[in-house]
């Protein structure tokens, strides 16, 4: 098997020059008062707004409102809501093809355990 180093080398700058815009867009989400839990970073609004508007500001921040896939995404998210007083949207739709079914807007199947 033949290598080519400097290929690899490139490859290797480019996959860390990615990496640092990603390590830079979660610094100064964090800086902005965004929040940190296991590798999401979740932004708590307390701005007022319709479901529809919610989807439309986060995406102009890059973002979308939050799929709940993990009991333990869940119990944090709790937590934050509680110790926040305030009511947030979630990604959740009507699944169109399925009677009473439920979608996250990443289009997994919303289950309950």
Partial sequence: MVVNLS???INLT???DELQLEID???EKVDSGWKIFRWNVYFFSKDLGTWSE????CKEKKSDL????KADEQLYLNTEVRKNKF???I???KNKKKRNGVLWLNGMEA???
């Fill in 25 to 27: 867009d979660v610094r």
């Fill in 91 to 93: 990604g959740l739709r």
């Fill in 54 to 57: 919610s989807i439309e500001k």
């Fill in 111 to 113: 289950t309950t355990t």
């Fill in 7 to 9: 290929d690899y080398y």
């Fill in 87 to 89: 009511c947030y949207w």
């Fill in 14 to 16: 480019l996959r860390n």
């Fill in 66 to 69: 939050v799929s709940v896939l």
